[in-house]
């Protein structure tokens, strides 16, 4: 059955925490020994209150980060966000750009996505200024990792655009890429950070 006809007939459940570990555990299940999936583990604290279908992008942010107006005031660094935001497509991380206008207040937004930008404009850009939020791609983002362009020490949230689904009613875990993508930008950093305490996952 395609994911699509599954999900035409049944009610679309708001992703948890829990669906996220099963992820992970099923993706590196095969190949890792039972102390490295330990390791890939996430407790519950690490995570944000998950969407539960009812809020708009804005009040989402807004209930999981009362106090952003303090946290970008005292962004002072440059090659960093406070909040990174991952979804599944360039067109997907303009509407949600577009949709946190009534959080984001004057805060700077930059996008990480590779469509019509090159990454070289990125880094650029990340190394002469200072951003708040940075929307985009997973693949971009990884990349602009790996390649120094943007530093993780300074973020604090994590969202992933974890219940919208695209025309096909693929949600960004359905896509295999996007989902690899991820999962690799997690294992790479992420994991690391929020297991230290320094950042929290969202699914919106």
């Not at 962004?75 to 406070?82: L, N, Q, W």
């Not at 360039?90 to 004057?106: H, P, Q």
């Amino acid at each position: 059955k395609k994911i699509s006809d599954i999900l035409e007939k049944s009610a679309p459940k708001p992703g948890v925490p829990a669906d996220l570990q099963n992820l992970l555990s099923q993706h590196f299940g095969e190949n890792r020994s039972v102390i490295e999936i330990e390791e890939l583990k996430l407790s519950d604290s690490c995570f944000l209150p998950a969407n539960d279908l009812t809020h708009s992008f804005s009040s989402y942010l807004k209930e999981i980060c009362p106090k952003w107006a303090k946290l970008r005031k005292n962004h002072k660094e440059k090659k960093s966000v406070v909040m990174l935001v991952i979804c599944s497509s360039a067109l997907r991380s303009l509407e949600l750009i577009k949709s946190m206008t009534a959080f984001k207040g004057d805060c700077r937004v930059l996008k990480l996505f590779a469509k019509h930008i090159k990454i070289k404009e990125q880094i650029n850009m990340l190394e002469k200024g200072v951003f708040h939020i940075g929307v985009g791609t997973p693949g971009r983002v990884k990349a602009l990792v790996e390649q120094d362009g943007l530093c993780l020490n300074s973020t604090k949230y994590m969202i992933l655009d974890w219940n919208w689904r695209d025309q096909k009613l693929r949600r960004m875990m359905d896509i295999p890429e996007i989902k690899k993508e991820t999962i690799d930008l997690l294992e790479m950093s992420i994991i690391r950070l929020c297991r230290e305490g320094t950042v929290k996952l969202g699914l919106f």
